[in-house]
């Protein structure tokens, strides 16, 4: 029985023509080994960007629609290309859009959700021997139409399509050598992670170490897949994602991890006993926006405080949907804050270790950071800060838990 | 009951967004006189070149299905972007893909042919109060895979569908004011001509007046579906296509066309009674390359010589399937001639009338040109001349005919 692995090469992999080339080249070398191989492909370099500035040249909000029917172009001319360039190299290849692989979402446009992958094209691709590339960060909706699955999309279609084919791994190719302790550009003596569980994945993936979405990482959670993140054109042995990370070293906190864009929203005057919360998170919900943490306090006697966290992409939205229910029930004011930063720490044993808590916030308190809010997870203590002492907040925690210090290989 | 107009703009009609937006005023304008509107587009400005160099950076012969993938997503923007063009101007848009608009062709891919329009989705939206965007040049094979129609697929994108949909009229916009006597840019005295009938625009379509594909007219024929051809950003009236044009003035050739990529494909000393002839036109007939005058010579007393026109698009395909039937049967010798041109005169009335042939040699042969084949049907006549003599025999034609002198409107 042929191994299967789905492989997913991002924009940055497929900027130019002689990536294309090279990409097609690893290809084939792992087509091989002996392995059925399936690509998933992102849009070239910033293809995705050219095309959406042409449609907000047009229209400040472009129906969203029309914006999948655009965007998804982006991966249909990679998947032609690269299968052209595995054809040239003298192997079969085929190139298969959304449609053709039968990921099929909801109906939510520009932010579509899976609900399942009739893979037996693909199946029947795959044993007749040729390579298949499918196109990333799509679907199609029950209406027969194209849907994208947003931000990290091109990530959940490989996951997805490696749980679904029941791949033996799924190899993610990016443009940095793996997971690493905080932002190697940030902190110098940042280390890759060799090991990390899936939790920990999600989490630092979550909060916005850019390597990949942590919806894709969920996914491959839930059916424990095994995951490599690595560079497409170096040598690193990239970090590998798995249901149990051996701890030796009796590491605790796995990295450090930050989110820049983060924006508040504070209603002031809320009336006790309004089911305003309930109504505003759901229709939130309903737009597919995901709220980080969510404070009420008592304003005075009669009136509560709801403040609520989310990222600058879902800011503007976000206010737009507050203001409207405020408008309803009577809210005294809205503020807004978008100058703030959150920062995490994430380890499997954070909750069953006492005291990293309290070690996270004397490191932060000493280099003088004032902590908006607190928020804890199982495996993650996170820190609403000003953004602009977000690069020493980083430092003083990497440096607090010793993380450049973690061994290279495990 | 609302008419029903499909409207066609090609690529240089759309290549800036600026011109998008220009279009979508139009659209609009028409809509808003009470039609029902069906608008289809090609890709923007050079997308599809630009698209076709990438592949061809990558191989020399790429895959077909792999061509019609990559450069059917040119048109599939284009009608993304025109959509949301329409929305922002307050009027309901909804963009359709071949899919959608249900174009099914063969599976010939890159020169597919149309089989049939299931036009339901496209009805339902027009009686919705939608304007339907439709991507042109592209349909789906039976495999439902992405095909593209081929050189002026857009134009009969655009005339199937108004046949399907019973339109009242097709309306193809493009960079030119209508159809001319001859090309202005070559004489400078040519004429826009008003009205023309199917035959004749077939006729010009296919000799090469750039204005129009030829399958379209003749599909259009077939219907007897009116179209007009005119200027998308000029104030020009176009020209007329219909069934019957009132011949006033006695006029009976309606213009001089010429084609200036074509070349004969020679091969001497074929044995007597083979069918090389039938295998041959078979196997190009396969490829769907068209050929035009064919002639069989004796060449000495066992064997004949036989030669062939095709246009240069098609030279290179046809040359490797002549050299592979003509390796089986022996054949002496293959030869060649890329530097040809062919001029031809087009009317109605030109087989009813006597004198029309003898007038044009005699016209060629004054001005010093050389015929190398002759070539007539009921409303034309064709000479092979040498690409270098084709200016002066055009001039020669448009003189003799006094075609300079048709009536601005009839």
């Known amino acids: 029985m042929k191994k299967i692995v789905v492989q997913k090469y991002g924009g940055s992999s497929l900027s130019t023509i002689g990536k294309v080339k090279k990409i097609a080249k690893k290809i084939v070398a792992r087509f091989k080994e002996g392995n059925q191989i399936v690509v998933v492909v992102s849009a070239m370099g910033n ?170 990482i969920d996914l491959a959670r839930k059916y424990h897949l095994p995951i490599i993140v690595k560079s497409t054109f170096g040598s690193s042995k990239g970090t590998m994602i798995t249901k149990e990370v051996p701890m030796l070293e009796n590491v605790i906190v796995r990295g450090v991890t930050y989110q820049k864009n983060v924006a508040r929203i504070t209603l002031q005057g809320v009336k006790k006993n309004t089911d305003l919360a309930c109504r505003l998170f759901e229709d939130l919900a309903k737009e597919n926006i995901v709220i980080d943490s969510i404070v009420q306090d008592l304003y005075n006697q009669d009136t509560v405080t709801v403040s609520f966290i989310v990222t600058e992409e879902d800011f503007m939205p976000s206010l737009k949907i507050t203001k409207e229910i405020a408008g309803k029930i009577g809210v005294q004011k809205i503020h807004t804050d978008c100058n703030l930063a959150k920062v995490s720490i994430v380890g499997d044993s954070i909750a069953k270790e006492s005291g990293i808590a309290s070690r996270m916030f004397r490191a932060l308190s000493r280099a003088g950071i004032h902590m908006e809010t607190i928020n804890t997870s199982r495996i993650r203590i996170s820190c609403l800060i000003k953004l602009s002492q977000l690069d020493q907040a980083v430092k003083a925690l990497h440096d607090e838990f010793e993380l450049s210090k973690i061994k290279k290989e495990i």
Not at 139 to 163: C, F, K, P, Q, Y
């Open 47 to 216: 293809e995705t960007n050219r095309l959406l500035k042409l449609a907000y040249r047009i229209s400040p909000s472009p129906d969203k629609r029309e914006l999948d029917m655009l965007t998804s172009t982006g991966e249909q001319v990679s998947i032609a290309l690269l299968a052209m360039a595995i054809h040239i190299l003298g192997n079969e290849a085929i190139s298969f859009t959304a449609r053709h692989a039968g990921i099929l979402t909801d109906g939510k446009y520009t932010r579509a959700r899976l609900i399942k992958i009739d893979s037996q094209k693909i199946e029947k691709a795959l044993n007749l021997g040729k390579i298949v590339i499918v196109a990333g960060f799509q679907g199609i909706n029950h209406h027969d139409e194209v849907t994208t699955l947003g931000r990290g999309g091109s990530d959940l279609s490989a996951v997805a399509l490696a749980v679904q084919l029941k791949a033996d791994l799924c190899e993610i190719y990016t443009d940095v050598d793996g997971v690493y302790t905080a932002n190697p550009k940030l902190i110098s003596e940042a280390q890759r992670i060799p090991r990390i569980s899936y939790d920990e994945m999600s989490e630092m993936a979550a909060l916005g170490a850019q390597v990949m979405h942590h919806r894709a």
